[in-house]
């Protein structure tokens, strides 16, 4: 659907209806008026116009008004930075807009935005292109979207979304002006894109912000939505650190200034004309702004940005692991005091971390010294460090704090395939049950496809605390409480043994769907 301007002329008039006043009437409207600071006009017995701004009252409500505080305006903060913000159109070739996904979703299938996208409502969720990136039936696509300039000689930020697949990129400045830019480097994990536009050496551009917002701080939006370039918003932060589901480094600022289609790529700055965040992606129902996006914080832009200038893509650490959050429960497992630090449940084989020794069931609580909360926040602190980099891991093994060394690895830029769960069930006996968690067992050399290793769940009670905790048939469970486990009798065996030391869960190490994730299962009583 096209946009279209609106035709103001168009638009019905409507008007207060004409009354007729008493003289007395008249002179106390006048008056009230006067003190509102609004014109108005009455008749003198001349047929003048009376004057109503001269009289002794409205000198001494004016002198009054004077001495209170004025709201505070965004206008010279507004005039200094806009002239940094910039439109960005896009081209996308007809045999891009062919090969697209089916369904006009914006990202490539399977990549984080993409699923971010399905996750937070379709098209009229993300605040990039208007009526999607697709395109059906083969024909040539257009896109819009904002950014900003970082430099006097024309290196801009934007989203990756905006300008990834696009064979043309043109943007426009706040005076009007239209230049040709060439993308310089993309970053699909963080969502980002630097991009250099010719024609000038002396374009106005912002400052990336060095310290961290706070919540509360007021920011604003300056941006492109719905292709009306130069629009600015004003808001809160809302929150920070918020996980959108976008991946491992998900560390967005949340703000309620209104951001639209086409907002994306544009900067949020702060009172003091800052960038502070990269606005990204909204939450909407209805398409619109509900008072929920979500930017990029500066920080990660500029590590990001960098890289791309420098090399034209973005090089990770990387130690092999796949890792998740330590729960109150997985931490009251392993005799843990605080749910801290992050989980590894399976590392990768010949990668840096299992060639030093750490091993499924480790906790990894520091880096460098520095207390790791979660595991989003070790992802980020080891992508942040460079590829052969010496580093020091805290580590809790088996309930023993170890320090290990390794050096970093470089993130692989493509997602290896995953094994394959051997999801056919096909051939397996009922299974033994395991008393009080809901669910029946059977080793796994005895069901077809599921290897030879730990016990494959066979049924699963949905009002069992198995079910609570996501087990459903075709998990393999490899071990219970850190032991191996091959048969039901197994897994009884170290149930009963928890039990006996007073744990109020069990801790499982689980295969679903080719990955491995813990799970902590609460042992009923008695």
């Not at 960005?88 to 090969?99: D, L």
């Not at 089916?102 to 996208?117: I, K, L, Y």
């Not at 905006?162 to 400045?173: L, Q």
């Not at 790529?265 to 909407?284: E, K, L």
Request: net charge neutral; aromatic share 4%.
């Amino acid at each position: 659907m096209t946009d279209r301007p609106t035709d103001l002329s168009s638009l019905p008039s409507y008007r207060q209806p004409r009354r007729v006043f008493s003289a007395r009437k008249l002179a106390l409207m006048a008056s009230v008026v006067a003190g509102l600071g609004i014109a108005a006009y009455g008749l003198s017995p001349q047929g003048a116009p009376l004057d109503v701004f001269s009289t002794a009252a409205h000198a001494q409500v004016a002198n009054e008004v004077s001495k209170v505080a004025r709201p505070v305006g965004f206008a010279d903060i507004v005039e200094r930075v806009k002239p940094s913000v910039i439109s960005v159109k896009v081209n996308i070739a007809e045999k891009v807009a062919k090969n697209d996904n089916d369904d006009d979703t914006p990202f490539q299938p399977g990549s984080p935005m993409e699923r971010f996208f399905r996750r937070f409502g379709g098209e009229n969720g993300i605040p990039g292109m208007p009526g999607g990136r697709g395109g059906r039936g083969g024909r040539a696509v257009t896109g819009q979207g904002s950014g900003f300039f970082i430099s006097a000689d024309g290196y801009a930020v934007t989203n990756n979304h905006v300008v990834d697949g696009a064979d043309k990129v043109e943007v426009t400045t706040d005076d009007g002006k239209t230049y040709s830019a060439k993308v310089i480097g993309t970053d699909q994990r963080t969502d980002l894109a630097l991009i250099k536009v010719e024609g000038s050496s002396s374009f106005p551009f912002a400052k990336l912000a060095d310290g961290k917002p706070r919540i509360g701080d007021w920011v604003l939006a300056v941006g492109n939505p719905f292709g009306l370039g130069g629009t600015v918003t004003a808001g809160i932060v809302s929150a920070v650190g918020r996980d959108i589901g976008n991946g491992p480094y998900d560390d967005f600022i949340q703000i309620d200034a209104p951001v639209n289609k086409g907002n994306s790529g544009g900067p949020a700055f702060d009172v003091d004309g800052n960038v502070v965040g990269v606005n990204t992606a909204i939450y909407s129902p209805s398409g619109g702004s509900v008072g929920i996006a979500f930017s990029i914080p500066a920080s990660t832009v500029k590590s990001v940005i960098a890289q791309l200038k420098d090399n034209g893509s973005v090089s990770r650490g990387w130690i092999g692991v796949q890792i998740q959050p330590v729960t109150q429960d997985i931490a009251d497992s392993l005799g843990m005091k605080k749910a801290e630090g992050a989980l590894v449940a399976e590392p990768q084989a010949n990668g840096p971390a299992a060639k030093a020794g750490i091993q499924s069931g480790d906790v990894i609580t520091a880096v460098n010294g520095e207390p790791v909360k979660d595991a989003r926040e070790l992802a980020r602190t080891i992508g942040g460090i460079a590829p052969g980099a010496a580093v020091k891991l805290n580590v809790l093994s088996k309930g023993q704090e170890k320090t290990i060394n390794l050096t970093l690895g470089k993130l692989p830029n493509t997602v290896e395939a995953k094994a394959d769960s051997g999801g056919d069930n096909g051939g397996s006996s009922r299974g033994a049950d395991v008393p009080k968690l809901g669910m029946t067992v059977a080793p796994a050399s005895s069901v077809a496809g599921a290897g030879k290793e730990g016990v494959v769940v066979t049924e699963v009670d949905p009002k069992s605390a198995a079910a609570d905790r996501g087990f459903k048939e075709g998990d393999v469970i490899l071990e219970v409480a850190g032991k191996s486990v091959t048969s039901a009798g197994d897994v009884r065996e170290a149930i009963n043994a928890a039990k006996s030391d007073n744990k109020n869960s069990v801790l499982m190490r689980v295969k679903s769907g080719g990955q491995s994730r813990f799970v902590a299962v609460p042992l009923a009583k008695g």
